[in-house]
Structures are given as C-alpha cells and as structure tokens.
C-alpha cells in the first residue's frame, strides 16, 4: 500500500513490535552493520600479524554470508524475517 512505511524504524513499528522493540532493534542493526564494516576495512583485515597463520588467512576473508546469518538471527529473536504473508524478506 502507498501508505505503508517503506523502511526503518517506522517499517519495524508496522510489523507490529512496540516502539521500545523496535527502537532497540533498530540499534542493534545499526550497531551490527557498522562493526561489519568496520571490522571488514582493509585496515582491520590487515591487522593480522599477531595471528597463527591459520587463522589470520581466514580473518583477511569477511564472509557476506556470515554477516547475512548473524543479522537473520537478530531479526528471528525480534520474530521479524518474514513479511505479513509469510514470505521471507531476502534481498531487501
């Protein structure tokens, strides 16, 4: 509907959380999504000297798929994921 809220912290009240979920929430995305950026720079990535090699060749790899499951996991202990008629919100 054109009156629907088309994103943030409106579209999270629209799916029926109270607003103290929804701003909290809200948050934890935010707070999410610039540690994944943060933490996935050059500048982190190469940050890996103190590492046995191993391991610092798989944290230089910052895995969208990884960052995908742990907001997907986010949004399920909210009980959002899906939209009003039960199809997943993938790709938005």
Known sequence: MDTDP??????????????DDAVALWQSVIAFVLGYATFASEAIIGDVDYL??????????WD??????????R?????????????????R
């Not at 088309?6 to 607003?19: C, I, K």
């Not at 046995?52 to 790899?61: D, H």
């Not at 994921?81 to 919100?89: I, W, Y």
Request: net charge positive; hydrophobic share 40%; aromatic share 6%.
């Open 52 to 61: 046995p090699v191993s391991l610092a060749r798989r944290m230089r790899r």
């Open 6 to 19: 088309a994103d943030g912290l409106p579209f999270l009240v629209a799916t029926g959380l109270s607003e």
């Open 64 to 73: 969208r798929a990884t960052a995908r499951r742990a907001l997907q996991a």
């Open 75 to 91: 949004l399920a202990a909210y009980d959002i994921g899906q939209d009003r008629n039960g199809e997943d919100f993938h790709g």
